[in-house]
């Protein structure tokens, strides 16, 4: 690594990212902006730390507002334990919720792999108007977009959409079997 300040491409070899994403990066404020040398970016050493760092965060699925909530006004020498166990924490609870819709998801595909519906109007049906079913929609990572009136309130399941329509609860077992 040595002291020396690196142009961008050694910074985006020895990173494993491309040189766009640093200066990205860079553009949004996850990293300080680079020096310049005859019109050409000089990083200092540890912006490859940084880089890094940024890397492995966004491998574990934190999002640049996260990434960049760490990364304010962390010092060189600063401890991270304390950071990494907030984010850590926060994004447990997204990870758990992940998994139990996936489950769910995967109770859904196995019992549709036995779905004997007569036709399309029926099958449309079954899956449109079970409450069940929109309750699954509840469990998206990534929710619709939700009327401006109808926020989510913390402890509050029960949503609306911003068509109008309601979901709340997870899937029932015997919602599932039903279907057989």
Known sequence: MGGHAMKIGELSRDA???????????????L?????????????????????????AAEMDFTLDE????????????????????L????????????????RLKDL????????????HVCVDRLSLSP??????????????LAKTHRRRPGNRKMKLAGGSEFSGPLSEAELKRWD
Not at 132 to 145: D, Y
């Open 16 to 30: 494993g990212l491309n040189a766009s994403a640093i200066r990205y990066y860079e553009k949004v404020g996850l």
């Open 32 to 56: 300080d902006p680079a020096s310049r040398l005859n019109g050409q970016r000089r990083y200092p050493a540890e912006a490859l730390d940084r880089l890094l760092l940024i890397r492995f």
């Open 67 to 86: 990434i960049k909530l760490f990364l304010k006004g962390l010092r060189t020498k600063a401890p991270v334990g304390p950071r990494w166990k907030k």
């Open 88 to 103: 850590a924490h926060r994004k447990l609870i997204e990870v758990e919720n992940n998994i139990q819709r996936s489950l």
């Open 109 to 120: 595909l196995q019992h549709l792999l036995r779905c004997h519906c007569p036709s399309l």
């Open 132 to 145: 069940s079913l929109r309750s699954f929609a509840a469990l998206k990572p990534r929710q619709p977009v």
